[in-house]
């Protein structure tokens, strides 16, 4: 199976994807800034691509139901090619998914 790349190199493509989230979660940005608590002058910065605080990111990303992995340069495309495995196949009950387990595996 091929793992095509997904990373994220710009802050114009992690605004592009906070915007297309916010329009799957059927939210207009007046509705999502009151479950972030900024004004829509700031959060339209944000959809626009401007320069945001990690803080700021984190918030975003908790109102969303999303998060956020770093992980060392070498193991990046391992774990990418992880996540589209998980998004490919649906997972069974009770066992661990190859993503948890190599997570797991990392952490020991």
Known sequence: MRCLEARMRKLSEVSALLKEKRSELGWSQKDFLMKIGMTQQQYQRIEAGSDMRVSTLL????A????YVIVPKKSARDVECLLQQEVSSAPEVGKPQGFEKKLKDLED
């Open 64 to 67: 969303m139901n999303l998060e």
């Open 59 to 62: 918030r975003i990303l908790a």
